[in-house]
């Protein structure tokens, strides 16, 4: 174990490898509060677990069982788990390389495939790094993410009111913290904003879920949009003509 450490803190540098471990480490918190919630929502015990195998996405995993859990559409909350997870798509055209040959590795490499494993991957600009940091990164999170849901799980069946503690306030959360590093495109709040009046709007009048999916008409606001105009400012700046002394420089 301790010359498995050293070679990957070789590979990859303390501070790599260091980040790695604290972002699984806070994956497992994670995926604790989600077996807490799911069972303690009423949901059976094997359905966590099931899931964090199987389908490994958390914001998916969360907005499934939160549909569910509040008298939603099974259906309505597998199409919304779908289109939250079509970002993926993209990701495996950046990140396609790391996988390697073979159909059992690329297999694993797309299960692996969530925001952080691409964004370690991402940052890396030597192809074996990126490769390493990857790997190691995807391993990490499904083993502490699946380790926090069971301990979540079967904690969930001591903890008969979760809201009492608080955790039903991390579906909302974890939605929030991964809608927020997106913010500060002024497209992308457009759209966050169209998908929340729409969501509140029609939530009063049509089944759990489905107003979900009607909120994802704010995308639609975006479409055909130009890249943000430079303030009037810095554009009659950049046009002023230049003055003599400009000239002669």
Known sequence: MRSMWRTLTIRLGPGLLRDIALV?????????SFGAIT???GLPLWLPMLMSVVVFAGAAQFMFVGLIASGGNPIAAVLAGLLVNARHLPFGFAIGDVFGRGLARRAVGAHLMIDETVAFALAQRDVDRRRT?????????????????VAGAFGGTVIS????FGL???????LLALVLPSLKD?????????????????????????PVLLALAGVLVTLGGTPDEPRDGA??????????SEDAT
Do not use: K, Q
């Open 39 to 41: 069972v303690g929502s």
């Open 24 to 32: 699984c480490a806070a994956d497992g918190l994670v995926g604790a």
């Open 161 to 164: 009111d979760t809201d009492a």
């Open 186 to 210: 002024r497209s992308t709040r457009l759209a966050v904003v169209v998908g929340v009046v729409v969501a509140l709007a029609t939530s009063p009048l049509l089944p759990a879920g489905v």
């Open 168 to 174: 039903d306030a991390a579906f909302p959360a974890v």
């Open 235 to 244: 554009r009659d700046r950049s046009a002023a003509p230049r003055s003599h």
């Open 133 to 149: 940091a990857f790997w190691v990164c995807g391993i990490g999170l499904f083993a502490c993410w699946n380790v926090g849901v």
